[in-house]
């Protein structure tokens, strides 16, 4: 019995091995999909690169001082990152905001079929500092089962050389206490620079005076005096101090090139020097220290053990991924120059506290603690509010809030053979809710997830009161949207149509096969055609320089049209004599004086969705009808009649008066 087990035992150790034989994975693959002229707004795609000056391989990358941007693009089956490893001793200060990552994702919003990871390396700027060992590898751990599953590359980066050396200007020390392999920093950003090593000894003369003074070395040789020397471009100078032990390498070094001032001072002591901690796997955190979030002052708290309050470090960064490199920058040994420090005060003299305004990689660090994370905040996403919470890892967002991540909003255009330029509108949504819309609109539906928790890729489907599903256009490729800095985002038009249940957007999670679908519930209706009304005529006369005329339209329909005024086929605007009134389904013209040139045909135009009516006015300016002035005559010479049979009425009463009196005098 224990021979049969141990032979099953044997059986599944060798089927386990063939299976892990049988394995094969296949490396990320890298390349140069895009670059940027200096003094050039557009990107260029294609297989030009040479043309430019731009000289690559599969490991190495030449990128002359005229290329000012450049996207190289990794792509694998499987969640993917860069891991950037710049200089030691190079000043990050002037690249920190240059260097982005950007993922994105290939596949059909199921889990049935392959899928394409992508991670775009974006490099922005004019400083040599990007020159340096770029890593594409696999996020997380891989238990060891398929090995190492990264691929590395170098990017020379001329840019505003020179200065060529890495870090020109700079004393850096070295140590030689353990044997081996000795590196003395002197990288360059381009590969063709001469470089050259020199030592400083002291030269004793026949009259026993001495003298100070540097010396050239060799390299590249067996025959050094001092060590065997060889330079890579890449790392500096290796020096091998296990050769001949009677011969000392400690001492000043400089390295030079024939532009000026471009000197790297290198110091070789044998003594140890401490290496600051490049992203420690465990936190430094003491009693009495914390890292936590305030909820109801929506701060960044981070407090010491003992009575000095801590630094807050910070990299503002555009992605998960993005952030992975910010977190590896907080660590360099000059972090003091990143320009990043803390921000806003706390109650307590230990404790340094930072309002949360977006996302990014922070690092605290103080008496008692050392404390690193990659933070994200949903503020200003949830139901249109400014609410802001942040989540410290994937594990905190439940299915609820992976949907509040995600924002879409809809555009309601018109039919492409309107006569007329109108205007579109927008409806926004953050929750899920339902939309009234009608046959036939064209909407144009915008899906823009959280750019820390999703990557780029967005696709599309309709789903059908059917319960079916259609894609509603071929999944994108990312490529076509290779710039976005700030959210992934992707548009898709619609037609709406009475058997449609919903829109739905499928946002795939930067780091696993996952996808969070938002969904957009449609209501969707018939419209009826529209109807003009006015209060007005049709013909209307107007005398000249009458003032302060108007014209009335009033449209009906469902959904409301939108309505114009049209003079000779072009769209009345207002201007200095005359006020064009937009209203709810209405529009008035009203004119300040009735001048010649107001004279015309206006044509009210009503128009939805469903088709449009037209409603002709004629407006009439003269100067006056006959009839007007015959009128005008007649009243003028009955009037005057008038006044002259009341005067001699008068007159013959006085008369008549007068005659009367002198009879009765007489």
Known sequence: MLVNF??????????????HESVTIDLPQVEMVAWLETDDYKWKYGNEMELQGISYNKTTFIIPSDIHGLIISCNASYPIEWIFIPDEHLDLSVMVFSLYTIPAREGDGSRQNPF??????????????????YICKKTGEDNGVFGDLSSEIYIFWEGNSPPYLMGYGKTVKVSSYKKGSLRLPCAVSFPEIDVFLQKKINVTHKDNTTEIKFIDLEFNTNTSAYALITYDPTLGFIMDNTIDKNISIDGEYKCLTNEKDDVVTVIVTPEQIVVPVSNPEKDKLDRGASLA????????VCCSSSNKAPNIYVFYCISYAHCKIGLSLLYHSMIEKLKLYRYGHSTNENCASMYMYQGGAYRCLGDGIDVSRVIFSNWGLINGTYRRSIYWSWSDINTQEQQNLITMYVQVLHKPSTSLHLNPYWHYQNAVNSNTFYTGQNISFNCQPVMFYFSDGIIWKIKWKNNTETALIPPPSPYDNSLWFF????????????????VNCFAPIWNSTDWVRKEYIITAKDPTKPTISSPDDTELYWTLNDTVKSIHCFGTGDPLPELRWLKNGKIVESSHNVDVNYGNASVSLTFHVAEYNVHGSYLCVAENILDKTEKMFNVYVEEGHPWVATVTITCIVLTFLTILAVLGWRIKINHDTA???RWRTS
């Not at 141990?6 to 299976?19: K, T």
């Not at 394409?116 to 060992?133: A, E, H, Q, R, V």
């Not at 979030?293 to 960044?300: D, F, K, P, V």
């Open 6 to 19: 141990r032979y099953f035992v044997f059986l599944v150790i060798l089927l386990l091995n063939n299976g």
């Open 659 to 661: 005659s009367e009196l």
């Open 116 to 133: 394409l990871f992508i991670m775009k390396l974006l490099i922005y700027g004019d400083t040599n500092g990007f020159s340096g060992k």
């Open 487 to 502: 959210m992934p985002s992707q548009s898709s038009y619609v037609i709406i149509s009475t058997q449609i249940h919903s």
């Open 293 to 300: 979030y305030n909820e109801s002052t929506q701060q960044l």
